[in-house]
T-cell receptor
Framework: NAGVTQTPKFRILKIGQSMTLQCTQD?????MYWYRQDPGMGLKLIYY???????DKGEVPNGYNVSRSTTEDFPLRLELAAPSQTSVYFC?????????????FGSGTQLSVL | AQTVTQSQPEMSVQEAETVTLSCTYD???????LFWYKQPPSRQMILVIR??????QNATENRFSVNFQKAAKSFSLKISDSQLGDTAMYFC?????????FGTGTRLQVFP
């Protein structure tokens, strides 16, 4: 079982560059999330999706974009990278809301913007 | 705004002792869900325990239990008989519809 797969695991960007963080899950989950975790801090929700074609902003959406064209994939796009976006990014998925909201997390992407 | 607050950045406890991690939150909903997640150095997020707000009975999972005070909007985690493997970051999280909101975390160190 692959679960939630994120690529790449590490990336260094120059200021102003763009990139897409890939996330795919094979559990047929409707809900998918992108979080960022700054050093020594908690997870901040960037964007989330409750199903294909539906996305919504989280706590810190500025500087990011997402799309959800399929149930499996939920890519996160950084258009003009800034040093403030240096962080560890986690993708997660779950089958739905409520008490059964067991999130399955990817292994994270360490992104540095220099 | 939906917020989850963990006021203890770091905690330490001796092996086999009991430790309590604090969490408070804001909400405008009557029904919601609360969680504690553990993040060891491997960065994996592991669900420790969960609680439905409409249930008054505190959730328990083996050595882990919660003290849920709905009126006070408090959701603390008690770890009994602490083990070295409990060393990790612990995050409190709240679920309003559709999105899980995390606190800033408490780093727990269990020492021999």
């Amino acid at each position: 079982n692959a679960g939630v797969t994120q690529t790449p695991k590490f990336r260094i960007l120059k200021i102003g560059q763009s990139m897409t963080l890939q996330c795919t899950q094979d559990m047929n989950h409707n809900y998918m999330y992108w979080y960022r975790q700054d050093p020594g801090m908690g997870l901040k929700l960037i964007y989330y999706s409750v199903g294909a074609g539906i996305t919504d902003k989280g706590e810190v959406p500025n500087g990011y974009n997402v799309s959800r064209s399929t149930t499996e994939d939920f890519p996160l796009r950084l258009e003009l990278a800034a040093p403030s976006q240096t962080s560890v990014y986690f993708c997660a998925s779950s089958s739905g809301g409520g008490i059964n909201e067991k999130l399955f997390f990817g292994s994270g992407t360490q992104l540095s913007v220099l | 705004a939906q917020t989850v607050t963990q006021s203890q950045p770091e905690m330490s406890v001796q092996e086999a002792e009991t430790v309590t991690l604090s969490c408070t939150y804001d909400t405008s909903e009557n029904n919601y869900y609360l969680f504690w997640y553990k993040q060891p150095p491997s960065r994996q997020m592991i669900l420790v325990i969960r609680q439905e707000a409409y249930k008054q009975q505190n959730a328990t999972e083996n050595r882990f239990s919660v003290n849920f005070q709905k009126a006070a909007k408090s959701f603390s985690l008690k770890i009994s008989d602490s083990q070295l493997g409990d060393t990790a970051m612990y995050f409190c999280a709240k679920l309003p519809p559709g999105k899980l909101i995390f606190g800033t975390g408490t780093r727990l160190q269990v020492f021999p």
